[in-house]
């Protein structure tokens, strides 16, 4: 059985139907997982977050809401230089609720792209790693991502210490708002995204 072409949804309801993931997913080695000391309060105050006046709080709202939830003081903010402005309203939101900040740009180290082997690459390159080594120097507690590309994200994912949640996915084309081309796919993005 595959989740996207399942119209049961039996897991929903703490079901666990014959070939189906959740005899692996829902396994007591999984629920074990859940248990350990990195885990487990993320894993409950996400969830009550999540369920609390669900609909009613901004992701912003929420991230702050988990971070407080799990005793997390300090925060990074890891972001991209196109949205520098952006990163500076989140961050002063951030330090105004209480929290030590401490943001890092994803062209730090201005490492140029020749050292990746793109000849005449312009600006420096995308540096997710180092992000993660200097929030990982700092010991920031969780890491937010604020709009990195598309593969430099999953470096940082990769390399940070500290859980992360995105705030913002980039999608220079649609205001960082990826998924309006899955709500107007009929209209607009057919062709595109749905070759014949
Ligand atoms: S886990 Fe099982 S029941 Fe749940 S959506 Fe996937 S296939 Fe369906």
Not at 126 to 143: K, M, S, V
């Amino acid at each position: 059985m595959n989740c996207v072409g399942c119209n049961l949804h039996a897991c929903e309801g703490k079901h666990v139907l014959p070939n189906c993931p959740s005899a692996l997913t829902g396994s007591d080695k999984i629920v074990e997982e859940y248990r350990k000391e990195q885990n487990a309060v993320l894993a409950r105050v996400s969830s009550e977050v999540s369920m609390s006046r669900n609909g009613k709080k901004t992701r912003m709202e929420e991230i702050m809401e988990v971070a407080h939830g799990c005793g997390y003081q300090r925060l990074g903010l890891c972001f991209c230089m196109g949205l520098f402005r952006e990163a500076q309203i989140v961050h002063h939101i951030l330090e105004q609720n209480g929290f030590e900040v401490v943001g890092i740009v994803c062209k730090t180290g201005g490492v140029p792209k020749e050292a990746l082997g793109i000849e005449n690459g312009g600006n420096a390159m995308c540096n997710p790693i180092g992000q993660a080594y200097y929030l990982n120097e700092h010991h920031t507690e969780f890491n937010i991502a604020l709009g990195l590309c598309v593969g430099h994200d999953s470096l940082f994912f990769r390399y940070s210490d500290a859980p992360v949640t995105v705030f913002a996915a980039k999608d220079k084309v649609l205001g960082h708002n990826p998924l309006a081309c899955i709500y107007t796919l009929e209209g607009y993005y057919e062709d595109k995204l749905l070759p014949k």
